[in-house]
């Protein structure tokens, strides 16, 4: 190994900021070094490859490994494209809710109902935010029926049962008009795949979670 590059980061998703920094605690992966991306980002994700590319670029020389914590988070494959080429790994699946629920349960939920708008804890705290200001229903929440037409129901993706919000969720799903139900989902594949990069550490042996 080269001499001048040691440790591990991870590039992450700012969305999962408190989740990360969480495990990264109770574990004591104080070698882990994480660098966080705006969350922001999720609304334009045609920019999230970009982003992450210089990212490597600039920690490249540093680190004698790097871990980008995305799933595909809608660049429909130009992310794994990126990744191929750099020889770098990232989260499973298409987005948080499946690798937080991981891919089974997700599909589950999926097969349940098609028309399920999901929360997890960072979008419960950030809800005004990066979803009723960027679409306007703040403002007019007219628009409300219309955006969320298609859907039928809430599905709040709880990853730390001592820090959630269940009241301020519920409250989203009836100012939306849906029905809501909960599910306690811990940190999913997102605490496996962090484990393995700070420790090497095969995916079936335990991990502190938070309480």
Known sequence: MDATRSGALVIACGALAHEISALRRLNGWEALDVQC?????????????????EAIEAARARYAKIFVAYADCGTGGRLDALLE??????LPGAHCYEFFATAQRFSELAEQEPGTFYLTDFLVRHFERLVAQTLGIDRHPELIGEYFRNYRRVVYLVQDEAHSDIAHARAIAERLGLEFSVHNTGYGELAISLRRVAEGAPAEERLAWPR
Do not use: A, C, S
Not at 85 to 90: A, C, D
């Open 37 to 53: 991306l705006p969350p922001e980002l999720h609304n334009h994700p045609e920019q999230i490859p970009g982003r992450v590319r």
């Open 85 to 90: 080429t750099e020889g770098i790994e990232r």
